[in-house]
């Protein structure tokens, strides 16, 4: 969040400034809108980056949104083509990027709807929702000005509040609490398959006499807390983000495994050496947009060459790494197969052993996702290494 840029508009005659609560950049252009500004009208200065400060009542700034997206979802007409002429064939690189320059585009427009925030997190619109406690926990306490937020990132943190409050269950934990508590920018845990891998894959023998994992990236933390439930004595947790060593600290303590994980900031890897070494890096190397984004997008694959290339130095003798893995890399043509399995072997390693499973979120089933093809042929893998 950039709170320190300042968002400059004009009110019944007199400048006003707030600070700018969100990720990408504000609108250099900001208009007062409210109950009587007309869809097409809204989405058209949406469109030409213009940003609208809602001053109407909340809940009909929540309809001029669904509006906008009803816009933006409705099928462009098609020009006439001739009778020879044929769709040019799209590779799945050129239709993976021509899709997220879309959801950019998409997400520009949407978040030009936008909501004046008090310095205690209020809103003074009509039948306008609490949200303190939602941005309290996103961004911690005011810093005693105002601030403007789009209405779609001010629903995002309402959304983060619901699953840390009420939690995700995660079956591959055990015991009587199953449920991780993501927070405000951490990625949450809904994939379950990757987290089974985990619970299902056979333990190194190493750890019999050295019980020790790291898991790196840790997130929510709940590889770690799979590992603990499965006996590993002591697992150390890295991360580089304050925001996921804290959720992970949190979803520790509600578990009462603080005792067993200890968690440090660092990139990468811990000191020392684990028998086992547990990672899910990000699954696909395109550059982040967001904080969100950043647990699935990694420009260059950067934290996954990382890993492989530090692994052997920090395996103990018949220690083991886990790298969790998506193919959708390749069937969407950013990566190929050899280009991994070369870093392996570059990295001194050897593949001990692969599980696979595939995938059981609704978009693998979407046949109305662009990218349906290589969702629906993906495969997740947690591929054994060693030395």
């Given at each position: 969040m950039n709170q320190t840029t300042p968002l400059n508009w004009e009110e019944n005659g007199k400048q006003r400034t707030a600070s700018w609560r969100a990720e990408?950049?504000?609108?250099?252009?900001?208009?007062?809108?409210?109950?009587?500004?007309?869809?097409?009208?809204?989405?058209?200065?949406?469109?030409?980056?213009?940003?609208?400060?809602?001053?109407?009542?909340?809940?009909?700034?929540?309809?001029?949104?669904?509006?906008?997206?009803?816009?933006?979802?409705?099928?462009?007409?098609?020009?006439?083509?001739?009778?020879?002429?044929?769709?040019?064939?799209?590779?799945?690189?050129?239709?993976?990027?021509a899709h997220r320059l879309a959801q950019s585009q998409r997400s520009r427009v949407l978040n030009s709807l936008l909501i004046e925030l008090k310095d205690d997190y209020s809103i003074a619109l009509r039948r306008a929702p609490d949200v303190k406690q939602a941005c309290n926990e996103a961004w911690g306490r005011g810093d005693g000005q105002n601030g403007v937020v789009p209405l779609r990132v001010l629903q995002g943190l309402i959304g983060a509040h619901e699953w840390r409050k009420n939690g995700?269950?995660?079956?591959?934990?055990?015991?009587?609490?199953?449920?991780?508590?993501?927070?405000?920018?951490?990625f949450s845990p809904?994939?379950?398959?990757?987290?089974?891998?985990?619970?299902?894959?056979?333990?190194?023998?190493?750890?019999?006499?050295?019980?020790?994992?790291?898991?790196?990236?840790?997130?929510?933390?709940?590889?770690?807390?799979?590992?603990?439930?499965?006996?590993?004595?002591?697992?150390?947790?890295?991360?580089?983000?304050d925001r996921a060593l804290s959720c992970a600290k949190d979803n520790l303590q509600r578990l009462e495994l603080t005792g067993q994980v200890e968690l440090l900031k660092t990139d990468v890897f811990p000191p020392g050496q684990a028998a086992l070494v547990v990672c899910n890096p990000p699954w696909l190397?395109?550059?982040?947009?967001?904080?969100?984004?950043?647990?699935?997008?990694?420009?260059g694959s950067q934290m996954l060459k990382g890993f492989l290339a530090g692994l052997a130095s920090h395996l103990c003798p018949g220690g083991e790494g886990w790298l969790i893995l998506s193919d959708l890399a390749e069937?969407?043509?950013?990566?190929?197969?050899?280009?991994?399995?070369?870093?392996?072997?570059?990295?001194?390693?050897?593949?001990?052993?692969?599980?696979?499973?595939?995938?059981?979120?609704?978009?693998?089933?979407?046949?109305?996702?662009?990218?349906?093809?290589a969702r629906s042929a993906e495969v997740t893998s947690l591929w054994r290494l060693g030395v």
């Open positions: 990408h950049t504000p609108p250099k252009r900001v208009v007062l809108a409210d109950d009587t500004l007309a869809a097409d009208t809204a989405y058209r200065l949406a469109c030409e980056g213009t940003g609208l400060l809602w001053k109407g009542d909340f809940q009909n700034a929540r309809l001029l949104l669904q509006a906008m997206v009803r816009r933006l979802d409705k099928p462009a007409k098609r020009k006439t083509r001739g009778k020879n002429q044929a769709d040019a064939p799209v590779d799945p690189a050129t239709g993976f990027h995700v269950e995660v079956a591959a934990l055990g015991g009587t609490d199953q449920r991780i508590h993501p927070h405000y920018g951490v809904v994939r379950g398959e990757y987290v089974d891998l985990v619970a299902k894959a056979p333990l190194p023998a190493a750890l019999q006499s050295t019980s020790l994992a790291f898991d790196i990236g840790t997130g929510t933390g709940v590889l770690s807390a799979v590992l603990v439930r499965r006996g590993v004595e002591r697992v150390l947790a890295t991360d580089m983000s190397p395109a550059r982040p947009t967001s904080l969100l984004e950043q647990a699935v997008y990694d420009e069937h969407l043509g950013l990566r190929t197969r050899a280009e991994l399995q070369g870093w392996i072997d570059e990295a001194g390693l050897k593949v001990l052993g692969r599980l696979d499973t595939q995938p059981r979120h609704p978009k693998a089933q979407d046949a109305t996702d662009p990218l349906h093809a």
